[in-house]
């Protein structure tokens, strides 16, 4: 695995570690944040014999206390599951909802093991006090790997109630069956509820969950494979659900943060004087750190004002978007990798080379970053806030304020959307040094610009292709690399005989991380324009030629779906058809797309119709799925056609949704998605795959249309 | 300088005193307390605060308070009745239209105002109308689906 590895003094938390399940990793990049304690606060915590507590041994330990990207899953089952007594079944997930659907599902897969009807199971809230480490809510990782274990556990305890059935009333295992709830003797007439179970003495969950226990089998199914809807749905539709930045707490303040003008520029001088006179506004300054505090946000704004008027930065030159792919290739560590085939490129028929540019990308998820902060004391944090990563958080806020993690709190409300860009708590981090400053809980949300700026991008990539081919028309060899954007989807799933794919790590001039499918956006934009160029050169239709190549049979079964519900192979006979497709693989999701566009008299690009086919085993909750499915592809219509960051000395040009056009209900395509339910084959995640395809099949229809190869994301026809 | 400002919201009279420079979405949110109206941008692109005032569809985060004075507020907290969903709601949630959710209540406060001018409004009437929601989720085709919902459910309660 090839990470960026910046070091820095060891505060930067463990990177994902490679696990042999999942190829996979996130870029993460935390801001590096240190409250530590000044001399005074030192000295009080001191005074109540704390120290002990944020001695250099324990601290240490506590940086490594998070169980990363896996998690550390529940101990036993009473961590996983709580049974009432008086017949409620509380879920206790540490994964977070942030509109993909999992909370549905982990519904589903408890109900179905334990055999309830899906409203006798109540989702807890995600709080790292209450619910197990179940990792990052990343990587299209719920799923694969949280459904799994939860199943395991209700299984359990649906096991545990045949027992107890069993020794209650003296007969064999085999002559009891659960339903509606409830163990019933197949001969008899008695009945036993989880309620009744809960009460008597012998119900023991503080045991480990069996790995062996026996799952519910798909053609079971009654709970899993049906379209339930979210829990809270009905919350969400009267405005009643709280979300992050809509949490309120007894004599709460809203804070505000100086930002610099420019990235990279550094804090010279400022005077707090004329902001700490306004009313009621309270001013928190340390190295690198200025915000406010004030009853009102608009109060708060004012006082920031006053701030920044005053302040003197300091900058330094910083690239801009126009020279970034050079940059990129400058800085690529080691240098741009040479194609390794040489002796395929001496005797190739056609030997094919091309570079592709895609652009930085911003999430903009609806809710910005926000945290409300609350101080107990000098010792205990408890903070709301919306992320992908609650237990990374909470380590995050352990680290910036010298505590324990046990003293921290993350509490994780259903939140206004992510796609990969909260992994990291910077507004947590903040709020909670705005709450120590102000005396008082602090709800900080950034605001869209602030968001469209400091949030963390989707990594830039600058990727060099160069395959060879035969007389006939075969792909003999096959270099890709791409430099910096990272490693997903890398790997070719076409069979080609000598073949190697590369991740170089650059210099990224911008703080970048996790995107809805990482750098299979890019990965498979690039792989899948070039394979386009390919079947080109060796005079073969788009379709055909892949085909040629594939022998995965279920990448094949998407490609083949997709083409023929679009009607591809009559379509591509008509004169001059502006259509193009595309597939990839990523994360145990397969995906194919068909699209028709058209262009409008300034040339932009119009896509008229999408067909789309995926597949990702076992379809859990086909209604979300498609959700999923559908989102992806409009989602992915922007960083396709238009969204990119732009960026000049340091400065973002791209800090609106009027610079930075995000996609809307005039985008909408003709959808045409097939779902291919895989009941055979495991669950995996789909939050992300479907994305990967919209952007080259575009590019490839851009072609068909000009003639014109257009190898840049967003595909423009100049 | 501090104004006093009367207005209703939902149906009932509030006064505040306040600086009538403030946007409208804060003190619906920060000082009467009603987070269902959300902020998406501060500049009026994306519709996620939006309310009605005198029944039409405003972005709340690019009015100030000083603009509602003697003015009738609609919020998302106001649309059901006791336990009983608006219509527009029941076909919101009926039909899984959303995601995250977060941009929910505008749309919903949108297509409630769509409904009034255009009962029966055709795919390119929503586009034209709720084109300026965003919902970074993508989920217009089922928003799309919900909005046809809802006007179906709405005339059905009206005959």
Not at chain 1, 219 to 230: D, F, N, Q, Y
Request: glycine share 8%; net charge neutral.
């Amino acid at each position: 695995m090839k990470i960026q590895s910046i070091e820095d003094g060891g505060r930067r938390p463990p990177l994902p570690e490679k696990n042999n399940e999942i190829d996979y990793n996130e870029l993460l990049e935390p801001a590096h944040f240190d409250f530590g304690l000044n001399r005074r606060s030192f000295a009080k915590i001191l005074g109540t014999g704390l120290l002990l507590v944020i001695s250099a041994p324990a601290l240490a330990q506590q940086r490594h206390g998070g169980g990363g990207f896996l998690g550390r899953g529940a101990r036993n089952i009473a961590a996983r599951l709580h049974i009432g007594t008086d017949g409620v079944i509380t879920l206790m997930v540490g994964k977070v909802e942030a509109g993909q659907g999992s909370r549905a599902e982990f519904t589903q897969a408890a109900a179905e093991e334990l055999r309830v009807p899906a409203s006798q199971v109540v989702l807890a809230a995600v709080d790292t006090s209450l619910v197990p480490d179940d990792g990052m809510t990343a990587g299209s990782g719920s799923t694969p790997r949280t459904v799994p274990p939860i199943r395991q556990a209700a299984a359990a305890v649906r096991e545990l109630l045949v027992n107890f059935a069993a020794k209650q009333w003296g007969v064999g295992r085999d002559g009891i069956t659960v339903k509606e709830g409830r163990a019933i003797e197949v001969a008899g007439k008695r009945s036993l509820s989880y309620a009744e179970f809960a009460k008597s003495e012998e119900a023991d969950f503080a045991q480990a969950i069996p790995g062996d226990v026996t799952l519910t089998a798909v053609k079971e199914w009654k709970v899993m494979g049906t379209s339930l809807i979210r829990p809270n749905a009905r919350r969400v539709v009267t405005g009643e659900h709280q979300y992050p930045s809509d949490i309120s707490r007894p004599g709460m303040v809203y804070g505000k943060v100086l930002r610099s003008p420019s990235y990279g520029a550094k804090l010279t001088a400022v005077n707090v004087a004329a902001a700490k006179a306004m009313k009621g506004v309270t001013v928190a300054q340390s190295e690198g750190f200025v915000g406010v505090t004030a009853p009102t946000s608009f109060a708060a704004e004012s006082a920031l004002e006053a701030i920044a008027k005053t302040a003197k930065w300091e900058t330094a030159p910083q690239t801009s978007s126009k020279e970034l792919f050079d940059y990129l290739k400058r800085h690529a560590e080691g240098g741009v990798p040479l194609n390794p085939f040489a002796d395929e490129l001496a005797k190739a028929a056609k030997v094919v080379r091309a570079s592709y540019e895609v652009a930085y990308a911003q999430h903009s998820p609806l809710e910005p970053r926000a945290a409300v902060a609350e101080w107990t004391g000098n010792d205990a944090l408890t903070v709301w806030t919306g992320t992908q990563n609650p237990f990374g958080v909470r380590t995050e806020l352990a680290r910036a304020f010298h505590l324990a993690e046990e003293q921290v709190r993350v509490v994780v409300p259903d939140f206004g959307a992510a796609f990969g860009g909260k992994h990291t708590g910077e507004v947590a981090v903040e709020a909670a040094r705005l709450a120590q400053a102000a005396g008082k809980p602090v709800s900080l949300r950034w605001t869209r610009e602030e968001e469209f700026t400091w949030a963390y991008f989707r990594p830039a990539a600058a990727i060099e292709i160069e395959a060879t081919l035969d007389a006939k028309g075969n792909v003999t060899s096959w270099h890709f690399v791409n430099i910096n954007s990272g490693n997903s989807a890398l790997e070719t799933p076409y069979e080609i005989a000598k073949h190697r794919s590369q991740y170089v790590p650059s210099q990224p001039p911008l703080r970048h991380g996790s995107y809805r499918g990482l750098a299979a956006t890019a990965n498979n934009f690039a792989r899948e324009c070039f394979m386009d160029e390919l079947a080109a050169a060796a005079g073969a239709d788009p379709l055909e030629f892949r085909l040629a190549h594939l022998e995965n049979s279920r990448l094949r079964a998407v490609l083949e779906t997709a083409a023929e519900k679009f009607k591809w192979k009559e379509r591509i006979k008509l004169a001059g058809p502006a259509i193009g497709l595309s597939c990839g693989v990523e994360k145990g999701g397969y995906v194919a797309a068909c699209v028709e566009i058209e262009l409008d008299s300034k040339n932009r690009i119009r896509v008229k119709h999408v067909c789309q086919a995926f597949e990702c085993g076992a379809i859990v909750n086909p209604d979300n799925l498609m959700k999923q499915v559908q989102g992806a592809i409009i989602m992915g219509l922007g960083p396709a056609l238009r969204e990119e960051v732009r960026f000049e000395n340091g400065e973002n040009q791209t800090v609106s949704f009027r610079s930075y056009p995000v996609p809307r209900y005039e985008d909408v395509p003709e959808l045409d998605v097939h779902l291919i339910n895989r009941t055979d084959l495991p669950s995996a995640g789909a939050g992300e795959t479907p994305i990967i395809c919209i952007a080259p099949a575009i590019a490839n229809a851009v072609f068909r249309a000009t003639g014109k190869r257009v190898r840049t994301m967003p595909v423009r026809v100049a | 300088m501090d104004a006093t400002i009367t207005f209703t919201v939902n149906g009932k009279s509030r006064t505040v005193t306040t600086d009538p420079q403030r946007p409208l979405l804060d003190v619906l949110r920060e000082d009467l307390h009603l987070t269902g109206t959300k902020y998406g941008c501060g500049e009026g692109q994306c519709r996620a605060c939006t309310v009605l005032m005198n029944g039409e569809s405003i972005a709340s985060c690019i009015t100030t308070i000083g603009d509602v004075d003697k003015q009738a507020i609609l919020t998302i907290e106001g649309l059901a009745k006791g336990d009983t969903l608006h219509p527009v709601q029941r076909a919101f949630m009926e039909e899984g239209a959303f995601q995250c959710g977060y941009c929910t209540a505008g749309m919903i406060m949108g297509t409630v105002a769509l409904l009034k001018e255009t009962p029966n409004p055709t795919d390119a009437d929503i586009v034209a109308r709720m084109n300026r929601h965003i919902c970074r989720c993508c989920s217009y085709p089922k928003y799309r689906a919900a909005i046809h919902r809802a006007a179906e459910q709405t005339r059905k309660e009206a005959a």
